[in-house]
Structure formats: C-alpha cells, structure tokens
C-alpha cells in the first residue's frame, strides 16, 4: 500500500515540478506516436477503402493476412526492421538504428494493419445503397468515397484512436529499434523498463500513472471531436 | 518463533534438495558472488578444482553486488566474492566479514571506433582519455543504469576535470523526498548518449554509432571474440589503476552469525589466493584471451 501511495505521490510531485527529464519523455513519446499514427491513417485509411470497394482475386486472402498481421508481435516487426536498418543491413548507410525515425517505421509496421483492416469493415457496414445512390447522382468515384467517409467517419476515428494506443503502450518495437537513449529516444514505455531494471519501481509506477493520465487526456480530446461531429449532424 | 520456523523449513528443504540432487554433500558452503563473474565461467574452472583438492563443495548463488553483500550481511551464506571495494570494506567494519583476501581484478576497459577520432589509442591515463573524448565530435555512449560500470565511468568523469552537469528528478519513497540524480559531461550534450541498458546492449549501441564506451573487459571479450559477428570496436585505452575492478573474497565472521561454516570458508578464501588457483586464475581464458588477472603473490603463501 505505503508502495503504491508512494508512486502516486511521486508522480503528482514529478508532473508539479514541471520535472524537464519527465516532459522530455512525454514530448518523445506523444511526437513519435503521433507521426506514426498519421503515417499509418494516411496509408491505412486509403487502402482499407480499395480493398473495400474493389472486387479482384484473392481479395479474402488480402483480408487474411491482414487480419493475421493484427497479431503480429513488437519483437518481431523490431528484429525485421533491425536486420534491415542496422549497420550490416541493407539501409546500413543511412544510420536510422536508435533514432526516432526507426521507431517510426516499426510503429507504422505495426499499426497500419490495424487502420486497414478497421477501416474494411467499418465501410463494409455502410449500406451499399448509399455508394449506389451517390453513383447514380453521378457522383465520381472520389466524391462517393466522400459520401462515405461521411458515413463511416466515427468508425474510422475510432481506428485512428486504437491504432493511436497500440503505438503510445507499446514497449518493443521503441526499446529494439529506439534503444532508450535518454532524450533522443526514451519513451515512457522505455523508461519505465529502465526503472524496474534498476529496481526504481516507485518512479516506474509514477510513470506509468503518468502515461495512463495522457492516454487519458489524449482519448478525451478524440471523444469531444467524435460528439461534436455527432452534434452537428 | 517465526525465524526459528523460517530456519527449520530452510534446513528440511536444503536437506530434501541434497537428498534430490544424490550427491556426496558432506561439507558443502555456500557462496553468494556476483552475476559477472559466474557468467565468466571462471568458477567453473575453480571450484571443481578445490572440491577435487579438499572434498569440499562450493554451492554458488549469483546476485548483484548488492545483493550478494547483503546475503552475507544476513548470514544467508558462509562466504561472499564481490568486486565492490567501499562497500567490502564497510562490510569488514561492521564485523559481518571476517576479512578480505584481495584475489584478481579483471578491468575497465574504454573502447572507440578503429580510426579513433579522439586519438586515445594508447594513452595510459584513462581520465585523459575521457577528456579528450569530450573534445571531439564523436558520440559517447553511457550505460545510464546505475551498475557498476556506470558508478565507475562518472567516476572517471570527475577525475577528467571535464565541466559536468548533474540532473535529478525527486520522487517520494516511505513518505521522503528523494532525488534520484546522475551526472554527465556538460560540454558533450547531444553527444552523450545516456542508454540505460546492459553492457552488451550498450556495446551493439556503440558498435551501430561508432562511438566510444566504457566496458568491462569480459564481456567486451565475448562480444568481440566470442560471436560470429564480431564487433568492430577496439580497445583503445586500458592498463590505467583506475580501470581497475578488483574482487575480494570475504568469509563471514562466525561472531554475528555463529551457524556459518567459517573454518571451510576460510580454507577456500586461502586456497584462493594459493599459488595454484591463482595460476588457474592466469590461465583462464576467453577466446584465448585473459580475462582476469591475479592479484595475491603466489609465493605468499
């Protein structure tokens, strides 16, 4: 019990004092979730609709893997992408390993399965009257994608959402790829790894109460944006 | 009431354990020693040695420094080897250890890029060494983790004379304020890289950089050697005192823990120091390589 008052009041006295190493964290861990997650919403969204509103071959078999690719652990998009970025990999030149940027594109990796396949079957479920109706108005191909965004808009955030919390808890991909470099790449998830190594677990469970807070503020930002847009309809 | 229990399950339990294991355990101790030097395999070679020489057994338990002090100071075993010099020292102070036989040391090492930037290959004087880096535009990569090798590197710092800059964050422990701090070059900035892991993944970080560190010998050797994949980091600075990590055995005083087997910890912190485990110590090798080397005169004794 004494434990846990502990690392609740470390953490209230931590974000009080404005703690430059603890906003330091944070910036990191919000800026590189952040730029995945839009990566991830650029790339996912579109081709969830492709697929969506295509007919071709193997267009199950598409929705499979990436269905299975859902399940696709941190550990394994972080050792693939490190064969290939590391010095002795085929990207070796360009010096990403332990940067932002080689978190990023694990991140990506990760969550782009996420966006596309929510973004399938949220505008699977959207009447296919609506894309009818709109093509017959003569409505191209991009103004019926419109129409249905419209419709599957709530959904879509809600993938963008997840998506968003996948990357911002995940531990894996920012440790192997980012390597916990104090100010360059610790992210909370990291640091708190760190601070159980060393066996600081009141500041591991302050950070943790920490991350849960902006994870919080983060999913009360996106509910206010999802009621409002409901609001207007 | 409740220790004396705690005690008598302890003993059922090491005898179910001896009765499991089948082996002839007549005279077993207990040695509590750190995760380093079992993971060398040094011990390996040692403790079969003085079993076959005196019939006596060595059960070894590795822990952190800390750890493995802190099981003498409760009596948990019948002798510690450590490489903690301060706190073996306070530990002989406080009557828990009988006394210190200073056995081997292996050592720091700082390593760097071949084509060495800095230009320290050579130089004798570790903390020059560290000076210089701090000079140049090539990246240092620290351990960050609060281990031995990191207390031993912002050691080394402060003996650089370089400006350093300490950082804290306070958190709250048992209702007290504490400020967990650690300390770094000030002039390197965003050149210091503060990591926070282990000793191998610091030197893959540093290896992937091409940058400078600090490592302990051993496990440079291994990554180096010991792989098919070797590092291409280099030992450019050793041989300074101050690089040195020496290991002490203690045998626990019979005084403050009067069940402890003091009279055959004492024959096996002796015949540590005897001529014959320290040639044993000096041969040791890891991928042909010498990995400790012995610090009591052979001939003492």
Redesign the interface.
Known sequence: MNFLTDSFLSAVLLIWTLDHNLFEIIGVSLKVSSISTLIAGLAGVPSGFLIAFSEFRGKRLVITILNTLLALPTVVIGLFVYAFISRRGVFGTYDLLYTQKAIIIGQVILIIPIVTTLTISAVSRIDDRYRKAALTLGANLLQTARVIIREARFAIIAAIVMAFGRVIAEVGISMMLGGNAKGFTRTMTTAMALEYDKGEFVLSVALGLVLLGVSFAVNIFCNYFQGKGRGNN | MKIKFIWILAVVMISLLNAGSGQSTEKPIKMATTTSTENSGLLDVLIPEFTRETGIQVKVFAKGTGAAIQDGIDGNVDVILVHAKAREEKFISEGYGAYRLGVMHNDFVILGPADDPAGIKGSPDAAGAFRKIAATKVKFISR???SGTHIKEQALWKDSRVALKT?S???????K?LA?SFLYPLEME?KY?????GMG?TLT?A???QAYTLSDRGTFLKYKYGRK?GLNLEILCEGDPKLFNPYGIIPISPKIHPHVKFELADQFAKWLVSKNAQNLIAQYKISGRQAFFPDAIPDSN
């Open positions: 960050g983790d609060d950082e964050s306070e958190i709250i422990k048992k209702g304020k967990l965003k890289i503060s990591i926070g892991q993944k970080f290896e992937e950089k994949l």
